[in-house]
């Protein structure tokens, strides 16, 4: 018996789950995700899926969608509550995602990192182009076609034209300016965490390859 396996849950199923969360940071991401969902887009099965163990456990959420058109999965939100931390779960959970998405013939994958959450992707191999209008780190990417564990290698072996694929003017239009944009206490955050990244910040190789294409 698998140890463990996905669940979709539904708009009703969700808030019953999270109501079970006892820590209130957890509680209050949970529940702006909820909030961010119902604004943005619809309840259906590959709205919400949960990670649960054999004793149907709840243990790590993630919101995602895979267009009609198979282009893209794009990641929303992926959290796992306090006490579950730590246990390798978002990984586990991701892991399973993309395993659907390669079955399923998706093309890419994108998503947009907070600052906090930016050493889970890095340490995975996750790359950046930019910031997105709001200041997060905006990740858009092929799909790896042998799994999430070889997103590394991926990128490390491609060169960039093909990381950008046939994406280059919708990746620099999400991005073009953006930096210039950020506050005094955004641009603290933004200059570290770009040290933190190195040349998984790839903003610059984005932009003399636009420079190249429109010669």
């Not at 620099?172 to 930096?179: E, L, Q, V, W």
């Amino acid at each position: 018996m698998p140890k463990y396996h996905l669940k979709h849950l539904s708009r009703d199923a969700y808030i019953a789950s999270i109501s079970t969360i006892s820590d209130s940071k957890s509680l209050r991401f949970a529940n702006m995700s909820l909030d961010w969902w119902d604004k943005h887009c619809n309840w259906h099965s590959e709205g919400c899926v949960v990670l649960c163990d054999t004793e149907n456990i709840h243990l790590c959420y993630m919101f995602f969608q895979m267009d009609r058109y198979r282009m893209y999965l794009t990641i929303h939100n992926i959290f796992t509550p306090l006490a579950m931390r730590r246990k390798g779960h978002a990984y586990t959970l991701l892991n399973e995602i993309f395993d659907i998405a390669i079955e399923k013939n998706v093309k890419r994958f994108k998503l947009s990192s907070i600052s906090k959450s930016l050493d889970f992707y890095l340490a995975l191999g996750f790359v950046y182009w930019g910031v997105n209008s709001v200041g997060d780190y905006y990740c858009d990417l092929p799909m790896p076609q042998k799994g999430l564990s070889t997103l590394n290698a991926m990128v490390t072996e491609a060169d960039t034209a093909k990381l950008l694929g046939k994406n280059i003017n919708k990746i620099y239009d999400k991005i073009n300016g953006n930096s210039l944009k950020l506050n005094e206490k955004q641009l603290i955050t933004y200059e570290n965490d770009k040290i933190k990244m190195g040349t998984q910040y790839m903003l610059n190789l984005l932009i003399k390859k636009k420079l190249q294409t429109t010669k």
